[in-house]
């Protein structure tokens, strides 16, 4: 069996307070695009991993596709399985691709041995997996709230619109950008200004880590900047980094933007 693991962008993403067990409490709307990885798991004689694409750090058993297997597995006691992950989207991107092969490897893994596990179930693995693993399960847009595994439903239909990503070829780790950000309630309510009309959100709808990380890299404010030049209604970061989206009413030519060839560059309707 073959799914294709689906991106998330971050549309604001607010740091409101610290939490007792380290983490930070967030706000932020998670919304689905289709920038996918590939992942096949099929039954085996023998636990077997590959992977291929763009270079994954880390040994094999701590990739979080074969950590949903062995969650799974501890439970239910699975059959072997050789997993192969093609990978796509950008890691230290922001995008959640890493959360996203985990979720859907729980879904893909309880369809093929058919263990009848309801979605909320499968949002209860998810969460012991990371903090915005359980999104991907329904992979619907959602207002996320504390490690962003808390969700509210959310009024916000982009459809129509078209959404370009660029990734500049910068890894920007978890850990880096907590340890810049800073915590602080915001005076408007995140949900509040989203559901204002969408030519307001460039005044209203912010990510805190594009304060705390747009001095440390600068490529980054050009990279938005570049978006409302050509002609964006809303950019932004997507969560901590680094990839940078801009929404569009048109489809755009992005093979034509000047950036580096080491730019990753995606574009599609939403």
């Not at 950590?67 to 439970?75: C, E, P, R, T, V």
């Not at 969460?127 to 991907?136: E, I, K, P, V, Y």
């Amino acid at each position: 069996m073959m799914v294709f693991p689906n991106a998330k962008i971050n549309i604001g993403l607010n740091v409101v307070s610290r939490r007792p067990d380290g983490f930070r409490n967030l706000e932020s709307c998670f919304y689905p695009v289709q920038w996918q990885d590939a992942l096949e798991v099929v039954p085996a004689t023998e636990k077997q991993f590959t992977l291929s694409g763009i270079p994954v750090p880390g040994a094999s058993n701590t990739n979080l596709c074969w950590l949903a297997y062995d969650l799974l597995h501890a439970d239910f006691n699975l059959p072997p399985v050789a997993m192969h992950l093609h990978k796509n989207i950008p890691i230290g991107a922001g995008m959640g691709g890493g959360s996203a092969d985990a979720a859907f490897a729980l879904c893909l893994c309880n369809d093929l041995f058919q263990l009848n596990l309801s979605l909320d179930r499968l949002e209860d693995y998810a969460r012991r997996l990371g903090s915005d693993c359980a999104f991907f399960i329904r992979n619907k847009p959602v207002f996320a709230r504390e490690r962003g595994d808390v969700f509210e439903t959310i009024n916000l239909d982009l459809s129509g619109y078209f959404c370009a990503i660029v990734y500049p070829d910068l890894h920007i780790t978890t850990a880096e950008a907590f340890g810049l950000v800073k915590t602080e309630m915001p005076e408007v309510s995140l949900k509040d200004c989203l559901e204002q009309d969408i030519v307001t959100w460039k005044d209203t709808v912010k990510n805190d880590f594009e304060t705390a990380l747009f001095p440390r890299y600068p490529v980054l404010a050009q990279i938005k900047d570049y978006m409302y030049n050509q002609g964006a209604i809303y950019a932004s970061m997507t969560g901590s980094g680094s990839a940078i989206f801009g929404l569009f009413r048109e489809e755009v030519s992005v093979k034509e933007w000047a950036f580096p060839a080491a730019y990753q560059v995606w574009q599609g309707q939403l």
